[in-house]
């Protein structure tokens, strides 16, 4: 059965059994590191038949998120060290292919508006849930001790995801939208 009902109470539990209000900032950065799985699925799906590469590297990003929700679920420090862990790398892993990526792109002198094809700017929207996940990590963090891989490599995916949606716009022989003030 799908349906519990312990969480009707506005409560749900942590890795360990603790309940906590769902409004909880560990429920908060970890719901919004699942929504930026959900969103990166829906580009992966987009891409899926034009670049089987991108679309399989979104899947082990994919599942790299899975493990920081877990983490970040987790406040047993004895429990969390026997889950699987962001290295550093993790974070040089997509520094790779940030580089890979920003080699087929033009340099950018200007801000880029999202949009050009529709799986660059789902790219953007990622990103934007990225950085909202990364800042919800980074209001725990004030309050828990976070693993400081599991920041850089928020951070570093939502570089990632730019780059990417650049990539997808100007592979698909589209023009970048750019800010002109």
Request: glycine share 8%; hydrophobic share 40%.
């Amino acid at each position: 059965m799908i349906y519990t009902k312990t969480g009707d109470g506005g409560t749900t539990s942590l890795v360990g059994g603790r309940r906590v209000d769902k409004d909880d900032p560990r429920v908060e950065s970890y719901g919004t590191v699942d929504e930026l799985g959900a969103h990166i699925g829906l580009l992966g799906e987009m891409v899926r038949s034009n670049n089987d590469e991108i679309h399989a590297y979104l899947k082990v990003v994919q599942h790299k998120l899975f493990d920081i929700q877990t983490l970040l679920a987790t406040e047993e420090e004895d429990i969390a060290a026997r889950l699987p862990q962001i290295t550093p790398d993790d974070v040089a892993d997509l520094e790779q292919h940030i580089d890979a990526l920003t080699a087929t792109v033009p340099q950018l002198h200007n801000f880029v508006v999202a949009g050009g094809t529709m799986a660059g700017a789902q790219a953007h929207v990622c990103r934007t849930v990225c950085r909202r996940a990364e800042r919800r990590v980074v209001t725990l963090s004030h309050t828990t001790d976070i693993n400081a891989n599991l920041r850089r490599y928020l951070n570093r995916l939502s570089d990632y995801l730019f780059v990417l949606s650049r990539h997808l716009v100007t592979a698909a022989g589209k023009r970048e939208d750019l800010y002109i003030s």
